[in-house]
């Protein structure tokens, strides 16, 4: 069919909107009341109801008539309901621009308009029928033929079935609209975001960041990122010389002190701030306009394009939250800076950590500073409360993760979040949810508490309160029984002292007090809860410090102090205002139905459902005005929390999976304008879809409900064995096939392996659920072969479900290297060709003496150099050996050989493989990392002349990998690494190293699994880079190149005949030439030494020992 008509005719024409139509094939028509830039609104929907007008244009509605019918109560039955039955009740699109509109289809409810009609605007304002009065029908779908033009159309009912509102399913607009420009997705959405007409941006090899002296902090911030991705060198500079585009960072008054501008040209991407914090969200806005891959540590291909776009940005809140609850179920300090760093994607400004509660207590409490009198240990808060959490549940068989963070984990924390602008809120729940204190506390079993510890178990009363009986242990999920006692001096006492060593550390603007759900303390004496938190309140602003609690603590919105914050959880929204703008007060918007994420997300998943009856979808988090919700007037909402409850969580996933996307909604509320977000939650899915790939790559799970996802691939920069990655998520592992083809040959298949294999969500548990999809495409095996010596381009083909139709392409280009002809290392190893070493190698100095009696320490430390290996102060490295008995061993340089020392550490744990690195504790002395055969890693610190101390526990769970080895600064960055292969999978992972010790792993490279030995270099190649090589089980060498990006790429052979090597170390310098130099050791004991020429292959061997057969690591 093909819709006519008559482009001279006019049927109707009033101000500029005209009832007309050209002619449109009907292929060409498209739902458009779905499209992004559609804004839908409506009369009203009905009080109390999830029935808004966004599920009149979700795509659902409602199957057939049994099914309508089945759930027409339900609250998440996909269905708007209006406010009210008397006119006008209407519902009403603008398209953003004319739209062609030739049919519109309406799935009606129960209730059902008997009569109604459409209008057409050019303003929004002035309305026009179009002709025609068109009759509703029962649980059915009524179309009606408009033909018209218009950006504005309105249905309006003029009768209705009874004297219930009128509901609708579905309303599809059949119809064109003209393209619109097209923008980058962005979450959340800027205030002012508009496209330009400056060329496109392009980031290259070549590009800078340019940041004035106060900015180049936060440029550098950008650029860690942007090196790992692209594998740029990106430098950050005060001025740039050369005509490539940059990325620049400006500084500009009257931005305030989160926003920003952002401008993209041919020439540069700029953004302007006030502030570091204004050019931190500019920044996070430039990695988003670069697309998800911007955030890979893996180097991925080209082009790195932006196109012409002006934002001025501000959020609408200054608080924009999440809380996390370790209380019931831990959180690792590395789970928790995992969550950091994906809520700054999304410019969150607060992390409310939950500290306290019934089932744990989670930070360490010294008895430091104590008060004069007070007997208190509180030692014991985290040995009994951190060793509790809670048990298994219906939704989850695991019991809760027990442990605590020292104060030295929450100093990391506040310092890792606030390097990414985001403060810590630290709760303290007082004085219900107390059992964590109670259980641990002798002296608050007192009898006014919840429980009354003074009788021993023979009956008789204890008169000393530190042996008062305490609380058992709570692991279930109920709550209302615990409380403190308000009129016992101990209560005070140890509030004042637990505050004040928590603020002490975190130094924020907020302490958390809790407040709620205090049912049994309530019943036992009605207010004593909220004059006991009124109590607490003054004794908190003693600090110097604003509290926040729960709205229980300000019944009706009276704070007890003007500018206290009252955090809205339940309760009638709006019953809260008249007692708020009373007392001065402040709110913080975290209302149940619209941001507790435990609350169902939506079909097919676990959730709580008694906040709206059913799930809090999308909608429930984006379609609502929080302060109008609320009455406030403006400057009284601080802004929004999105809050985690632990009882089913046991893992940072368990958090992010039923979180993400309600929580990027959520951070829009709190930083987009209203006028820019209502009625436009389809334009908000459309973004979701294109930055959600983004928290895949950041390794972060979501529920995929409701997102119309599209697969994404991309090359790698330099493939090597791994060519490229893809995205779809919700995808199982024979879901996704993917080929390449080069240079016209035939298309050879890739082996397809999902990162986080997918894990469909249940009704019964969301205990990881993995839905993310990023998938990592590698060559086969016998690839190389296949492909001549030489550049070859080519093209990744990534297919999903088996629909070639909709499959998705990514260039890439690999480089095949040529055999070396010289493949160096040792040519007869049983015969080096330079023995050379010890004057007497027929004697050597007892490497191994009979029993461990370390030497005493130096009388006077060794020059500090900081050296990799250098202990001494000659400038040569050293060497330090482990020996089968646990000793480890010191050995001087001397040139190529090295003299034995002595035994620098008798064991005090079974040590499994030692390396060194360089300093780690700002002495500018190399140090020692060791790992344990139970899989603990500690630094070593060296005291000078190759001395150690042991140091600080930097990691557990090493047993499942092996091969540790310095690396150097992969990618050319300006920190060290280490690498480590995983035993199972035979995948490489490296490691930052810092003083506080190693960062998650991050992976490589894969398929070493048949290499007997993997160390790293130091530069090696002949370049700048650090790289890497590795003996095979057949005794072949191979080197790895590093990149400016951190990945290793293929060097080739370089080397035959290491067999019988079973220790290989680059212990640093030897021989003064700058360059890193390969001892090894032979199964028959004797010691070689290799020289690095820098040309990418080792020098001819020196034999430089022997009687080395009881060393099971050098380093």
């Known amino acids: 069919m093909r819709v006519l008509a008559a482009l001279a005719a006019l049927l109707l024409t009033f101000g500029t909107t005209s009832i007309a139509t050209a002619e449109v094939d009907d292929d060409q028509l498209v739902n458009i ?110 179309s009606s033929e408009l033909n018209v033009t218009s950006r504005y159309l309105r249905m309006t009912t003029l009768g209705h079935r009874s004297e219930w509102p009128v509901s609708i399913w579905e309303i599809e607009v059949l119809g064109t609209v003209g393209e619109s420009e097209q923008l980058p997705a962005l979450v959340p959405l800027p205030a002012s975001y508009e496209a330009a007409d400056a060329g496109t941006f392009e980031l290259t090899s070549t590009s800078d960041i340019v940041a004035a002296a106060d900015m180049q902090a936060e440029a550098e911030k950008v650029a860690q990122i942007l090196r790992a991705s692209t594998g740029f060198d990106l430098p950050v500079v005060a001025e740039s010389v050369d005509p490539a585009a940059d990325i620049m960072f400006d500084t500009a008054e009257g931005l305030g002190e989160e926003g920003y501008t952002l401008k993209t040209t041919a020439q540069a991407a700029t953004i302007t701030a006030s502030t570091t914090h204004g050019a931190f969200n500019g920044g996070r806005t430039m990695l988003q306009l670069l697309g998800p891959w911007a955030l890979m540590t893996t180097p991925m291909a080209g082009p790195w394009q932006v196109p012409s776009v002006a934002i001025e940005d501000s959020p609408r809140f200054a608080y924009r939250g999440i809380m996390l609850d370790p209380a019931r179920s831990f959180y690792t300090v590395d789970e928790v800076k995992q969550a950091i760093d994906v809520m700054s994607m999304y410019k969150f400004s607060y992390l409310h950590l939950h500290l306290t ?124 029984e615990s409380y403190l006692d308000p009129n016992s001096e101990y209560t005070w006492q140890f509030l004042r002292h637990v505050v004040g060593q928590v603020q002490g550390i975190v130094g924020g603007e907020y302490f958390h007090i809790g407040g709620d759900e205090t049912h049994k303390m309530d019943q036992a004496n009605p207010g004593a809860a909220v004059e006991f938190l009124r109590e607490a309140s003054a004794m908190v602003r003693e600090f110097d410090v604003t509290p926040i609690g729960w709205n229980e603590w300000a019944p009706n919105g009276n704070v007890p102090q003007q500018g206290d914050v009252m955090q809205l959880w339940n309760g ?31 079909p097919g998943i676990w959730g709580a459902t008694w906040a709206c009856g059913g799930a809090c979808g999308l909608e429930q ?103 490229g990655y893809g995205y779809s998520p919700a995808t199982p592992a024979d879901g996704v096939s993917a080929t390449v083809t080069f240079d016209g040959l035939e298309p050879m298949a890739l082996t397809a392996t999902s990162m986080r294999p997918y894990l469909p969500a249940n009704d019964a548990n969301n205990n990881n659920r993995a839905q993310a999809g990023l998938w990592e495409f590698a060559l086969p095996d016998d690839a190389a072969a296949a492909l001549p010596a030489g550049t070859h ?180 960055s300006s920190t060290n690494y280490v690498i480590a292969r995983q035993k199972a999978t035979g995948d490489l992972y490296r490691y930052q190293i810092s003083g506080a010790g190693l960062s998650n792993g991050t992976k490589i490279g894969h398929g070493w699994s048949d290499m007997t030995v993997i160390v790293g270099t130091g530069q090696f190649t002949g370049d700048a880079n650090s790289d890497v090589v590795a003996i095979r089980s057949d005794g072949k060498m191979f080197a790895y190149a590093g990149t400016f990006g951190g990945a290793l790429v293929s060097a080739g052979q370089i080397g035959g005949g290491w067999e019988p090597f079973v220790n290989v170390t680059v212990p640093g310098d030897r021989d003064g030439n700058g360059l890193n130099d390969l001892i090894g050791v032979r199964d028959d004991g004797k010691l070689f030494f290799y020289k690095n020429t820098g040309t990418g292959y080792w020098g001819p061997a020196t034999e430089v020992g022997h009687g080395w057969g009881r060393m099971v690591d050098l380093s």
């Open 33 to 142: 009341a779905q499209l992004a830039d559609t804004v839908v609104t409506a009369s009203g929907y009905e009080s109390g109801s999830s029935f808004t007008v966004d599920r009149a244009v979700d795509g659902d509605d409602g199957t057939d008539y049994a099914t309508r019918e089945a759930k027409w109560f339900a609250q998440d039955a996909s269905r708007w309901s209006a406010n009210k039955k008397e006119p006008p009740v209407w519902l009403a699109f603008d398209f953003g621009q004319p739209a062609d509109i030739q049919q519109v289809n309406i799935t009606w409810g129960r209730q059902f308009a008997t009569k109604y009609k459409f209008e057409v605007s050019a303003d929004g304002t002035t309305w026009q029928d179009v002709d025609g009065v068109y009759e509703g029908k029962f649980q059915d779908k009524v």
């Open 357 to 480: 509660d019934d089932q744990g207590w989670r930070i360490e409490i010294t008895n430091d500073g104590r008060e004069d009198g007070d007997t208190i240990d509180y030692t014991r808060l985290t040995a009994v409360g951190g060793q509790t959490a809670m048990g298994p549940t219906d939704r989850n068989s695991k019991p809760g993760v027990t442990g605590f963070y020292t104060q030295n984990d929450l100093r990391d924390i506040v310092a890792y979040a606030a390097d990414r602008h985001i403060a810590i809120v630290p709760e303290v729940d007082m004085p219900g949810h107390s059992q964590g204190i109670l259980q641990a506390i002798p002296q608050l079993n007192t009898p006014g508490s919840s429980h009354d510890g003074t009788v021993g178990d023979d009956g008789q009363p204890i008169t000393d309160p530190s042996q008062y009986v305490t609380a058992p242990p709570q692991n279930t999920s109920d709550v209302g």
């Open 572 to 602: 009638a929204k709006a019953s809260f205002a008249a007692g708020l703008t009373a007392s001065g007060g402040k709110a913080i918007f975290s209302h149940a139905s619209n941001l507790y994420f435990p609350q169902k997300a939506g």
């Open 621 to 723: 988090f984006y379609n609502y005005d929080p302060e109008a919700d609320m009455g406030l007037q403006p400057g009284q909402l601080l802004g929004i929390e999105g809050a985690m409850w632990n009882e089913h969580v046991r893992s940072i996933q368990d958090f992010f999976f039923p979180a993400f996307p309600r929580a990027m909604a959520a951070a829009e509320v709190g930083w987009t304008p209203q006028n820019l977000r209502t009625g436009r939650i389809n334009n908000l899915r459309t973004r979701l879809a294109d930055t959600m790939p983004a928290l895949t790559v950041q390794g972060a799970d979501f529920y995929a409900y409701g997102i119309n996802h599209q697969p994404l691939v991309r090359a790698v920069a330099v493939p090597d064995g791994v060519v």
């Open 793 to 972: 381009g080519g093209v990744i083909t990534m297919v999903v479900g088996g629909d070639t139709d909709k499959a998705v392409s990514a260039q890439v280009t690999l480089v095949v290297a040529e055999d070396p002809e010289n493949p160096g290392g040792p040519v007869d190893p049983e015969e080096p060709e330079n023995p050379g070493g010890p004057v007497d190698p027929e004697e050597p100095e007892n490497p191994t003496p009979p029993q461990c009696e370390a030497m005493a320490g130096p009388v006077r430390p060794a020059r500090a150099t900081n050296l990799l290996g250098e202990a001494t102060g000659d400038l040569l490295a050293d060497m330090w050996s482990l020996s089968d008995d646990g000793a480890i061993h010191f050995y001087a340089s001397r040139g190529a050989g090295m003299v034995h020392q002595g035994v620098v550490h008798c064991p005090d744990v079974d040590l499994a493989e030692i390396t060194a690195i360089p300093d780690v504790n700002g002495d500018r002395r190399a140090d020692l990392l060791a790992i344990t055969a139970d899989g603990d890693a500690f630094y070593y610190y060296s005291t000078g002349n190759g001395f150690l101390s042991k140091g600080a526990q930097v990691g557990h769970g090493w047993t499942s990998m092996d091969n540790v080895s310095f690396a150097g600064k992969l990618g050319n």
